[in-house]
């Protein structure tokens, strides 16, 4: 019985249930100096967002909770580490890009849960 191999570079739309924001970095300056203020860089994404892994400890006399995701989204040129994706149940910093197989075909972004959100 021959099997047939999985291409790393594709990504089914069937995959694709999730709708996202990417958010990009913009500089503005307000009475006490510069601000970093995220506004919207692609909206409407389609993504695939698969959680990797989750943590509770307590530090400080708090309870803090790290979430970690992949979002694997169709290959989009300037999407850097610098970003934020907004998902519905979530804001996510972007921890690190990876294009898969470096051949523009798929963006997986590996993020962590901004301030405890999940």
């Given at each position: 019985m021959a099997t047939t191999t999985k291409d790393p570079c594709s990504l089914p739309s069937g995959d694709l249930r999730h709708s996202i924001t990417i958010l990009g970095p913009?500089?503005?300056?307000?009475t006490t100096g510069n601000v970093i203020t995220y506004s919207p860089f692609l909206?409407?994404?389609r993504a695939k967002i698969d959680p990797v892994s989750g943590l509770e400890l307590i530090r400080s006399g708090q309870d803090i909770s790290m979430l970690y995701i992949t979002v694997s989204i169709r290959y989009?040129?300037?999407i850097t580490a610098k970003m934020q994706v907004q998902a519905y149940h979530g804001l996510y910093w972007i921890r690190y890009v990876e294009n898969v197989l470096e051949r523009n075909r798929v963006l997986k972004l590996m993020c962590t849960a901004v301030d405890g959100n999940q």
């Open positions: 913009t500089l503005t300056t307000d909206t409407d994404v989009v040129p300037g």
